[in-house]
T-cell receptor, first 115, second 114 residues
């Protein structure tokens, strides 16, 4: 049973470009969480999605950031017109239906560098 | 004030030492807590869950003090491989949301020195 997969593992973008980060949850998991981690800081919650629904996006900036989890395919975190401050590690976690925090499994993360 | 706060660290300890990290939480309604370990440039991995007064797993012991709203993590007989960042997390019960939400602390860095 493959774990949570994220790709790409490393992404370099120039200011103004778009970044697309993908997350494939563990098999059987229908809940996806996205977190951002800046250097030397903890994990900051961004958005919580279930299949085809955004449950909580309170941690996501209202501009330039969007997330989706379609019926088929991975969850995608999209950052438009990236700026240097978007450089961070973005982690995705998944949990099964009815699961709680201790059933969140993290992916390896995508490290975004904005030049 | 952050909802979950941790000792800022870093902690540099010799091999074999006992080290303790503290984590405080501000939401008295939180019932469940977690310690995660995060290696450099890796994802967090769950180390221990704490639901009642404490939990023990080998060299690791977590204790919960609800009256003072803190959780501690004790590592005995430190190994070089224990070097990592330790993240404390609290499960915030549903109030404004309809689900539990995990709130992470900033982490405490541990370096075990030969």
């Amino acid at each position: 049973n493959a774990g949570v997969m994220q790709n790409p593992r490393h992404l370099v973008r120039r200011r103004g470009q778009e970044a697309r980060l993908r997350c494939s949850p563990m098999k059987g998991h229908s809940h996806v969480y996205w977190y951002r981690q800046l250097p030397e800081e903890g994990l900051k919650f961004m958005v919580y999605l279930q299949k085809e629904n955004i449950i909580d996006e309170s941690g996501m900036p209202k501009e330039r950031f969007s997330a989706e989890f379609p019926k088929e395919g991975p969850s995608i975190l999209r950052i438009q017109q990236v700026v240097r401050g978007d450089s961070a590690a973005y982690f995705c976690a998944s949990s099964p239906p009815g699961g709680y925090a201790d059933t969140q499994y993290f992916g390896p993360g995508t490290r975004l560098t904005v030049l | 004030r952050k909802e979950v706060e941790q000792d800022p660290g870093p902690f540099n300890v010799p091999e074999g030492a006992t080290v303790a990290f503290n984590c405080t939480y501000s939401n008295s309604a939180s019932q469940s807590f977690f310690w995660y370990r995060q290696d450099c440039r890796k994802e967090p991995k769950l180390l221990m869950s704490v639901y009642s007064s404490g939990n023990e797993d080998g060299r690791f012991t977590a204790q919960l003090n609800r009256a003072s709203q803190y959780i501690s993590l004790l590592i005995r007989d430190s190994k070089l491989s224990d070097s990592a960042t330790y993240l404390c997390a609290a499960l915030r019960p549903p109030l404004k949301t309809s689900y539990d939400k995990v709130i992470f602390g900033p982490g405490t860095s541990l370096s075990v020195i030969p």
